[in-house]
């Protein structure tokens, strides 16, 4: 216990309380902006992995249902539609036997952008992957490469870029990249 002579005050004076505020307005000064950046860079990345997994589970739905499975971009989360203005909502993934039967879909955060490389940048864009699991785009029956980025418009991070690259064989990659105007990746 602290014993405290008769007469003398404890506590805070007024230049010790000046100097703690000042030193915490140091820290949040510099921790909350580091803090953002933390912030959208998971952010990015947690978005930009759950597509992988999307696009790795129709994959792996259309060899083991011995069928075609359509992964899609879609503003409602039950159907296929163009983005609005040209950005993604989010996607769905469904057995192309039975489009009412969804297998999957995906929220995009809404401060992030998704555009695709040109070779997927059409209005009906949808992937096909068959049953050996190789990825076509719907409509036709060739073999498809392409990227699809996400990106934070802000620049915060520095790598405000997450590239989900995939080849004809329908395998997938996620890379991180830079580009201050989020611009379209290539093909």
Request: one cysteine or more; proline letters at 4%.
């Amino acid at each position: 216990m602290l014993a405290v002579e008769p007469g003398k005050e404890t506590g805070f004076t007024l230049i010790e309380l000046m100097v703690t505020v000042a030193v915490m307005a140091i820290v949040l000064t510099v921790a909350v902006p580091a803090f953002t950046n933390l912030i959208n860079s998971n952010r990015l990345t947690s978005q930009a992995n759950e597509l992988l997994s999307t696009l790795s589970f129709a994959r792996s739905e259309a060899i083991r249902r011995n069928a075609d499975v359509i992964f899609c971009h879609s503003q409602d989360g039950t159907s296929c539609t163009a983005p609005a203005g040209g950005n993604w909502q989010g996607w769905i993934v469904f057995a192309n036997a039975d489009p009412s039967t969804i297998l999957a879909t995906g929220r995009l955060h809404n401060q992030l952008r998704v555009l695709s490389s040109s070779n997927l940048s059409n209005a009906a864009f949808s992937l096909r992957y068959n049953a050996q699991g190789f990825i076509r785009q719907a409509g036709n029956n060739n073999l498809l490469s392409g990227t699809i980025r996400m990106c934070h418009p802000s620049g915060n991070p520095e790598q405000n870029v997450r590239d989900v690259r995939f080849i004809s064989g329908g395998r997938a990659t996620v890379s991180s990249a830079s580009s201050a105007a989020c611009a379209s990746p290539d093909n």
